[in-house]
């Protein structure tokens, strides 16, 4: 049997362990189908320690095709299923993957992505319920990894290695991570938990591995709708969930009628990250829910470093919680002194008795993120009160985080660059009560005289090279963009400007 599905599979070989709009899964059933994927990787010549790309949709295949890896010592690099052929092409071969498991949706875009790279991997596709190769014990069964690409300081995709499985490390680790889950995030063991947000997002992978290895059913819907998602909570009598505060800014839009009809009866606990939650939010979705909320503060490249309850909120409205162990927070001034309490600063983490993480095939970047080898920042910037409770006011690196995800600003900036028309270009976030920040570009028309209609060619333009989340959802049109001396632009100074021009950021 498949090592972290043995227990389940023995205990409760019947009950549900995967349940999507298609059907079910029982835990033996997934047993099985993990194993027979095993089969199907190695059929295809992977081996231990060669990388394998994932891109598709939340539907109960893609966890058996990820557990599988996880179990044939294989590195798991899931893939955003909205990017184009380009960028996923860089990130099949930034990892080296030999092959690319896709469904039927994104087949077009990931032949496309696999024809753009010098040493092509192989491409399989996700057939409906495919029939499995039998479930015999696979042999040698070691441990996989996963590689989730974030952006790194240059805008490009960068792989991070997640510490949640390492390669050929006891299978034991994982129980031992979802024991310490249990502590820090009150994980809970058996139930139910919703998974909605795109699975390929590294919280959202977290929130539904473990929480299933520790016999929780995993109830997967494709994509979030407010009503539709509300009744499938309730309909599976759902217990957990990782939302984001996008979802819970359309949820509280929801006729109040709607809301007090659909209101899930069973929810224990609710996760919350991605992005800053702002209070009048968060208390509104307590007064609703009661105080099932739990927010944390993280990254790809750390996990989670801080935990706020539903109580902690209304006692710190704003604040992301305290450290959770092994992690401290420390905030530094930019000659990397301490800071006190109540000043800000940027925002490092030290992991105690550990390190840090590195960006792959990018020792630079990883270089430029650390102070010592187990002092690193993601690049936030904020300040802690007298009691350790952690308050973000910024990021010193420029991403824009819209609905949960993060949109690196010189990528976009970039493409617009390219543009024949565009002589200086500039992108930021701005406040967007749907998505948190809305991505907006800034431009120089390199041709005034015949800028009436350079938005909507920059629309298209982006949108060619970029997936659809990262594009533009305003071009403001301005004489000159804020440089120094050294011509680097002042993101401050843009979004005074925006904050100024007629109908500000929209």
Sequence with gaps: MAELLIDLASRSPAATALVDERGSTTWRELNDRVNGWIEVLRGHGVAAGDAVAVMAGNRRETFEVVLAGLHAGVTVVPVNWHLTAAEVAHILTDAGCRLLVVDAQRAAVAA??????????????????????????????????????TSGSTGRPRGVANRLFVADAPFSRVGRLGDYAARTLRLPAGGRTLVVAPWYHSAQLFFALLPLLRGSTLVIEERFDPVGTLSTMARHRVTTAHL??????????????VRDELTPRDLRLVWHGGGPCPVDVKDRMIAWWGPVLLEYYGATESGALTVIDSIEAGQRPGSVGRAVPPHEIVILDPAGRPLPAGRTGTVYVRRVGGSGFHYHNAP????????????????????????????LTGRARDVVVTGGVNVHAAEVEAVLLRHPEVRDAAVVGMPDEEYGERVVAVV??????????????????????????????AYRLVDTLPRDETGKLRKQLVRRMLAELPGGGA
């Design 112 to 149: 496309d992505a696999v024809a753009r790279c010098d040493d092509p991997p192989l491409l399989l596709t996700i057939d409906d319920r495919a029939p499995m190769p039998g479930a015999a014990e696979p042999a040698d069964q070691r441990c996989g990894a996963l590689l989730l690409y």
């Design 244 to 257: 984001v505060p996008t979802h819970f800014v359309r949820l509280l839009a929801l006729d109040p009628a």
């Design 364 to 391: 630079a970047e990883t270089a430029a993120v650390h102070r010592a080898p187990d002092l690193f920042t993601v690049g936030e910037v904020g300040h802690l009160d007298d009691a350790g409770y952690l308050f």
């Design 444 to 473: 120089v028309a390199a041709e005034p005289d015949r800028a009436d209609e350079l938005p909507g060619r920059l629309d298209r333009h982006t949108r060619e090279t970029l997936a659809g989340f990262k594009a533009p959802r």
